[in-house]
């Protein structure tokens, strides 16, 4: 069975720190990118970030680059999202999810954490 399980969400104030986890199982994790979507309420989701399996390379979203770090350690099967500086429309649910290159269709989806920022 598939698994991706997501943690770290909280609640935190506007320029602090957070870093989300995705643990995967049921699949090959190295032969997957993994990408970190959000959705806040009432918006479309988004692309955050996502680390290609074949060389490693990462991609941000505009709005996150440069205070956002996606990594993995393979070993455990993990993928992190590192959010410094913080902000208030960061504030969304965060998900993880799995596909065989970055932004094409993903196969798996975690269910999410909350990721909120106050002022």
């Known amino acids: 069975e598939v698994q991706l399980v997501e943690s770290g969400g909280g609640l935190v104030q506007a320029g602090g720190s957070l870093r989300l986890s995705c643990a995967a199982s049921g699949f090959t994790f190295d032969d997957f990118a993994m990408a970190w979507f959000r959705q806040a309420p009432g918006k479309e989701p988004e692309g955050v970030s996502c680390m290609s399996s074949s060389d490693g390379s990462t991609d941000y979203a505009d709005s996150v680059k440069g205070r956002f770090t996606i990594s993995s350690d393979n070993a455990k099967n993990t993928v992190y999202l590192q959010m410094n500086s913080l902000k208030p429309e960061d504030t969304a649910v965060y998900y993880c999810?799995?596909?065989?290159?970055?932004?094409?269709?993903?196969?798996?989806w975690g269910q999410g954490t909350q990721v909120t920022v106050s002022t």
């Open positions: 999810a799995a596909a065989p290159m970055c932004w094409s269709p993903y196969d798996y």
